[in-house]
């Protein structure tokens, strides 16, 4: 029996990957799918259809095709995201109703408030329901699916925690990297240059020595969330998590190494990378709607423990075009509050709201800015920084600067303010070999990658002709109020759109008045009213 909204929201956060599922299940966006399917690129498939429905719910499989059999009676999860805010506003702890702007601004301000871990022991980690190590390992005996047609091979860890540590400082990473299955014991683990574990591998290596990692293929998904983004690199994603929830996440120790994970996941890989170990791996089909690079050497991984819950259920996360792009959905949330907190923390005033747009590329490709002009020079200073600060330098094409009447989330309104206030040839600018990635299709030969350019695209109003700029047309608030308590009983469909932006009561009253004013003098005169044709005749006497 599906538990009320009421009931799941309240109390606590959320602790695992289970209660995540009866939130989601309880606001009517998670689908069960109890028949056979193939990971054989039917799940994805699935799961790339799904995301293109309104709303778009997340499914589970629990029947895998072929592996009835299987020790691990694994569960799969995907569009665990997808395009929804309502399934991204309960990782991040908050009602699923929250308008979108106020979500990017409250999960900044929750990143400002770190909460660091608390390590368990193994008795109170679920995890550790069961182990496999040595011998007994297969990878073949786990239903990691193929994503797309042309993917080099069968990829599990495409929503995942991959956990190093720095051989330097000893900083805890959390990552969300692919994994390709090699063989029985070994995994390949793509990564992207600049990346954090990627340097502590090259370091490691650099000193002859292995590099112990741990990936979680079965996680609360707002270890995706934070996983997937640029923090700075003496504090862990881990006190983040903490401070999202409102309290420390659990940790548990690995059975091989001093490395921490989620004590709730659900199925976990314990690894070690060896000096100068690599393997072919790729391609594989990426965030940009297109294939990656094409097969290249990557570390790889070898296998050395299993752990997981009983019934484990891996999550997966496609990469596509959007919608159906997983990261797409809740990097417009994370990846808008993290520039937002950049933009705050380098005194830029006036930020009314910052959203990467999940349909630019999964969210890398655009990034929007609301704000309140205050100085000459206010929105191209806000666009430069925009561009370059560590949560928005990576990728990113277009930077857009929008005024406070525009709403950052709603691109009709941000095209509309582009046509409008923007004037090419003076307000738009270029930034050159920028922090790009291999995986961008428009830079060719693909020798010049990862370099790429940005455009700087100032759609706010001409800060020295604010005063005398043309007045935009606004609705009232009263008004609008009005006609949204009568919306049902005019029989409108629907409910009322969400409007942000409203016309100054007082310059309405003014206006209102002197209308007013001038008819009752007309009136009293008889004089005809200015609608009516110049020329007409008035009855006045003189």
């Known amino acids: 029996m599906k538990k009320p909204l009421s009931a799941t929201l309240a109390n606590h956060p959320i602790r695992d990957l289970r209660e995540w599922l009866e939130r989601s299940e309880a606001i009517g966006e998670l689908v069960t799918v109890d028949k056979p399917v193939d990971v054989e690129e039917e799940m994805s498939a699935i799961s790339y259809l799904l995301a293109k429905q309104k709303p778009s719910p997340a499914v589970m499989f629990t029947a ?38 106020d979500l990017i601004r409250r999960t900044m301000e929750k990143m400002k408030q770190r909460i660091p871990p608390v390590e368990v022991p193994y008795s109170d980690a679920p995890v550790y329901q069961n182990s496999v190590s040595g011998n007994e390992i297969d990878l073949y005996d786990l239903p990691i699916p193929r994503h797309w047609p042309l993917d080099g091979g069968n990829y599990a860890g495409t929503c995942d925690a991959v956990i190093t540590r720095d051989p330097d400082s000893g900083y805890l990473n959390v990552g969300t ?56 690199k003496n504090v862990s994603e881990y006190e983040y998590a903490g401070g999202i929830k409102g309290e420390a996440v659990q940790l548990v120790k690995a059975t091989q190494s001093d490395l921490l994970f989620p004590a709730s996941a659900e199925l976990v890989v314990e690894g070690i990378i060896r000096p100068n170990a690599m393997k072919a791996e790729g391609p594989f089909g990426e965030f940009t709607g297109y294939y990656g690079k094409p097969k ?82 206010h929105a191209p200073q806000a666009l430069a920084l925009a561009a370059q600060v560590p949560g928005g330098a990576y990728y990113t094409k277009w930077i857009i600067a929008v005024d406070e009447d525009v709403d950052p989330t709603d691109i009709d309104q941000v095209l509309w303010a582009m046509s409008s206030r923007c004037n090419p040839t003076d307000d738009i600018d270029i ?96 004089i005809p009213s200015r609608s009516k044709k110049q020329g007409k005749k008035s009855n006045t006497k003189k």
């Open 296 to 377: 290249a050497l990557c570390p790889l991984v070898e296998i050395t423990a299993v752990h997981y819950r009983n019934e484990p259920v891996l999550t997966n996360a496609l990469m596509a075009d959007y919608p159906s792009c997983e990261q797409s959905g809740f990097f417009s949330i994370l990846r808008g509050a993290k520039i937002w907190d950049d933009l705050e923390k380098l005194g830029v005033p006036g930020i009314c709201g910052v959203y990467s747009h999940p349909a630019a590329s999964g969210g890398f490709g655009m990034t929007i800015i609301s704000l309140q002009q205050k100085y000459a020079g």
């Open 64 to 101: 895998p095709k072929g592996f009835k059999k299987s020790r691990y009676q694994v569960k799969h999860l995907w569009n665990i995201y997808g395009p929804s805010v309502r399934r991204i506003a309960l990782s991040l702890e908050e009602h699923p109703d929250t308008p979108t702007v």
């Open 177 to 232: 990297y692919r994994m390709m299955v090699q063989d029985r014991n070994h995994a390949g683990l793509y990564l992207s240059p600049g990346k954090d574990a990627r340097l502590q591998i090259t370091r490691s290596w650099a000193k002859g020595e292995p590099l112990p990692v741990v990936a979680c293929w079965g996680i609360d998904p707002l270890f995706m969330l934070v996983g997937s983004q640029s923090f700075p």
């Open 431 to 526: 930034l050159r070999n920028t922090w790009s990635t291999g995986l961008d299709p428009t830079q060719n030969p693909p020798e010049v990658r990862p370099y790429g350019s940005k455009a700087l695209i100032n759609a706010c109003k001409e800060h020295r002709y604010i005063p005398v700029f043309s007045k935009r047309t606004k609705l009232r608030k009263s008004i609008y109020d009005r006609v949204s308590s009568r919306w049902s009983e005019l029989g409108l469909p629907g409910t009322i759109p969400n409007i942000s932006t409203f016309e100054s009561e007082l310059d309405a009253t003014e206006v209102s008045s002197v209308y007013h004013d001038e008819k009752a003098l007309r009136s009293a005169h008889d």
